[in-house]
Every structure is written in C-alpha cells, then in structure tokens.
C-alpha cells in the first residue's frame, strides 16, 4: 500500500514522496519546501483512497 501510494502522488506532479503507515496513522514526506493547499488535498484524497485512514490520523510533511 506504501508504494502505490508513493506512485500516486508522484504521478500527480510530486517529484518524490515516501509514505509510512502505522498501525492507525500514516505519515507522508514529500520533496517539496512548501505545499499549497491544493496539493495537500489532493496528496490526503489520494492516502485517504488507498489506505482507508481517517483524515486526521494522516500527516503530510513537506521536506526542509
């Protein structure tokens, strides 16, 4: 589930990502300083689809 994960969002324009699921949250750490809110909706749709976690056990982390 990690890599297809991975695969979508860098399939939307993120040049890379990498995706950590725990037993009820899920971290995603992308290649990117700043995200804007538009990319942050579509990288939660994207893990929300895939990993059926709830909307706030999902962090999205951008690189710094």
Known sequence: AELVIENLIKAKG???AIVI???????VIVD??????EEV???????KRE?????NNIKVIPKI
């Open 51 to 55: 990993s059926s976690k709830d909307t």
């Open 21 to 27: 699921i725990h037993r009820d949250n899920v971290s």
């Open 41 to 47: 909706a579509m990288i939660l749709d994207i893990v």
């Open 32 to 37: 990117k300083t700043e995200l804007v809110p």
């Open 14 to 16: 993120i040049k890379d």
